[in-house]
T-cell receptor, first 114, second 113 residues
Framework: EAQVTQNPRYLITVTGKKLTVTCSQNMNHEYMSWYRQDPGLGLRQIYYSMNVEVTDKGDVPEGYKVSRKEKRNFPLILESPSPNQTSLYFC?????????????FGEGSRLTVL | KQEVTQIPAALSVPEGENLVLNCSFTDSAIYNLQWFRQDPGKGLTSLLLIQSSQREQTSGRLNASLDKSSGRSTLYIAASQPGDSATYLCAVSGAGGSEKLVFGKGTKLTVNP
């Protein structure tokens, strides 16, 4: 089954404690991306990756890091989480085809930073 | 900067009604437009993708149209069912040559039995 898998799905942590949210896709997609979703603000892109070792900033990259060492994995790293990073996070992937590449989303990771 | 607007923010209809959800965007130079469905606390599920060269796409009871020149798309849902209750989001990619998807804030649809 084609899917994007995120872990953990739910996490409560404290300010400053480094954490990583993993994302893995089994569709051999080149493009992967991270979004956060907040009430009233909608979905905003954090980082994206066009392929292995190629990453770029989205609209709200501050406080986040990413890496793309393998095609299937695109982890999101919060080096020193702060309460304003409390949010619902989504990973997504699609093929490299710009015009027809349908975006597939993971189930989401709800993060609370105390 | 591309901006995507969805009106209304919420819509409540009786079961069986045909309905239209609206999406407008400010920059018509897009690669494609996608409609998604999001259930509470869940991820987004892609419903339809319309390429910039297409006018519409259909899947079952759903029909999405695209008018690039006017910066508008509609999602038509026929014979609505309570199971259609969800938030529907549209997103466009390609403005300014960027592949980034820009999302609207969604329309929350409630279909009452």
């Amino acid at each position: 089954e084609a899917q994007v898998t995120q872990n953990p799905r739910y996490l409560i942590t404290v300010t400053g404690k480094k954490l990583t949210v993993t994302c893995s896709q089994n569709m051999n997609h080149e493009y992967m991306s991270w979004y956060r979703q907040d009430p009233g603000l909608g979905l905003r892109q954090i980082y994206y990756s066009m392929n292995v070792e190629v990453t770029d900033k989205g609209d709200v990259p501050e406080g986040y890091k990413v890496s793309r060492k393998e095609k299937r994995n695109f982890p999101l790293i919060l080096e020193s989480p702060s309460p304003n990073q409390t949010s619902l996070y989504f990973c997504a992937s699609r093929s490299a085809e710009i015009y027809t590449g349908e975006l597939f989303f993971g189930e989401g990771s709800r993060l609370t930073v105390l | 900067k591309q901006e995507v607007t969805q009106i209304p923010a919420a819509l409540s209809v009786p079961e069986g009604e045909n309905l239209v959800l609206n999406c407008s965007f400010t920059d018509s130079a897009i690669y494609n437009l996608q409609w998604f469905r999001q259930d509470p606390g869940k991820g987004l599920t892609s419903l339809l993708l319309i390429q910039s060269s297409q006018r519409e796409q259909t899947s079952g009871r759903l029909n999405a149209s695209l008018d690039k020149s006017s910066g508008r798309s509609t999602l038509y849902i026929a014979a609505s069912q309570p199971g259609d209750s969800a938030t529907y989001l549209c997103a466009v990619s390609g403005a300014g040559g960027s592949e980034k998807l820009v999302f609207g804030k969604g329309t929350k649809l409630t279909v009452n039995p």
